[in-house]
Structure formats: C-alpha cells, structure tokens
C-alpha cells in the first residue's frame, strides 16, 4: 500500500535549519507529483511547496520563497524540503502528500493529494 514516512523535525532556535524528508513506497515515485504542508496547532493546513514528477517545476508559498526548497531523488524515492531562516511562525506539524494526478497543477490545493504521511513536528524558538 501507499506509504509515506517523514523524519527530520525537531526543535530549533530562531534562524536555525532543518531538512525534513519524506521516503514513499507503495507507489511509482518518479511518476508522481508531491507536496509539503504544514499545520499550526489552531489554523488551518496550509500548503508550503511542492515538486513536479521529474522535479523539473517548484511551486513555494510566498511565506517561504527565498528560505525553504524543495527537492526530490527518484532513485531513493525521497522528497525533501531544506528550511533555513527558520521563525517562529514556521512552528508547525509537517506532512508531505503525493498529489492524485500526474498533471502540475494547482499543487497548493490540498484537496489535489491522495496519500498524507503522518507528519513531523518542527518548533522554532525566538
């Protein structure tokens, strides 16, 4: 079946970074889109990046342009998203989703993913 398996959160201060990565299986990697979104305790989900099949095409949120990018290995089934410049705003649980069809777009729709992994918690302290 469809699995995806973030790691890489965690605490940090302030400016500090952390690269979080998602391992798929179950599924062609190469052949599909996926996507980061992040859930702060009170808010709504909300979309962060996200990477075409080849990886040829980026979407980031304005929020996170300039800080964060995303990336993907199709030979290790692997999409990663390096955050630098962290604030506390960023403070959030961190899902990658495989998007349901191969086509690019609207990638920031949440409602375009199929399969969700269970998330990882990153905490930016001032």
């Known amino acids: 079946q469809v699995q995806l398996v973030e790691s890489g959160g965690g605490s940090v201060q302030a400016g500090g970074s952390l690269r979080l990565s998602c391992v798929a299986s179950g599924f062609t990697f190469s052949a599909a889109a996926l996507g980061w979104f992040r859930q702060a305790p009170g808010k709504e989900r909300e979309f962060v990046a996200a990477?075409?099949?080849?990886?040829?095409?980026?979407r980031r949120a304005d929020s996170v342009k300039g800080r964060f990018t995303i990336s993907r290995d199709n030979a290790k089934n692997t999409v990663s998203l390096q955050m630098n410049a962290l604030e506390p705003e960023d403070t959030a649980v961190y899902y990658c989703?495989?998007?349901?069809?191969?086509?690019?777009?609207?990638?920031?729709?949440?409602?375009?993913?199929?399969?969700w992994g269970q998330g990882t918690q990153v905490t930016v302290s001032s």
């Open positions: 990477i075409s099949y080849s990886g040829g095409m980026v």
């Open positions: 989703a495989r998007k349901a069809d191969r086509e690019f777009i609207k990638p920031e729709e949440s409602d375009r993913y199929d399969y």
